[in-house]
Structures are given as structure tokens and as C-alpha cells.
């Protein structure tokens, strides 16, 4: 997908030449506009840049606080070590693409490793997705889920109640996730 990132005014100058030059197609313009509401354009503030919605963002700045696990099981990635973390907003749907490598688990063993879904939205519905997991050097599927109403994703090795293996920097996850927010 390529985006086009136009200057406030250099929009409003094409669109007002579309306006004049070609009424009828700016009618139908204005048409499929009304009726795709998944097209949004967002006015950046401090650029004052209007920038289409959905292209995929990486998340510069990873914060430790992002990564946790659940009850006294403790989780550290490495964020000096290229980890991928992207999104996407496409009107309420976030689509979240995840590779994270070298991690260490900790702590009281447990089940689930957590991740902070991006910008505080909340997951508006239950998803469930199969992704990629090494769990100390032992790689299989993982399960990956969030509920209505979290703003965490969860990854587990398994349905049932499996503990994920004690590991220094030999964790890893993999997955793709799509879900509705609020």
C-alpha cells in the first residue's frame, strides 16, 4: 500500500480544482467517499499534514511496561534488539503484527504472557488467533487471545493450564491479530 501525504492547503487546492475542472467527478468522488466509511483521513496537528489511515505503523517506542506476564511470572524483551511491533487502524479494526526474539522469562513459572494493545484502545470483542512461540528453545503454536473490553493480548503455549519454560533471552513469539476497538 502507498500512502500520499499532501499539505492542508495543497488538499484543498486540488480538491477545489477537481470542484471547478470536473464537476461530475467530484460528485462521485464526494459519492464513494460518504458511502466507504473504513476511509478516514486524520488531521496531524502539529504538521498540519492530512495522512490516510491504515497504513502499517511500527511502534518506535516500545516501553518494558508494554510486556508483562501474568500473577509473579516475569517477562523482559529485549527492546535494544530490532523487536517488530506493528499496527494498523482501519476505521475501529487494529490489525497487530508482532516478532519478538530473545526474550527471558522469569520469575514464578506461569501461563500467560501479556502485551498492551497500542495507543490505549480496548479490544471490543473475543478473538482468538494460533501463533508462533519458542518456549525456551522449543518451538510449536501458541494461542493468542484477547477479550471484550481488555487492552491486553495474551499468549499462551496451549489451551490448558501448560507453564511457560524459566529461559534467558530464548523466547520468542510470532502472530498476526485483527480484532474491533473502542
Known sequence: MSVVILNKTTFDTLIASIRNDYPQLYEALKLISESVSSLQTELTPTTNEIAVLGQFNTKERLDAADFTANNAMTWAVP???GPIFEY????YRMSINIS?????VAGVLDTTLQILIPEGYKSKQSVQVVGWRTDNGVEGVCYVYTTSGSQIISVRLDFAATTWAASAANTSIKFNISFEVM
Not at 519478538?100 to 527471558?104: H, N, R, S, V
Request: net charge neutral.
Open 88 to 91: 494498523t487502524l482501519i476505521g
Open 100 to 104: 519478538l526474539a530473545g526474550t527471558t
Open 79 to 81: 527492546l535494544s534488539s
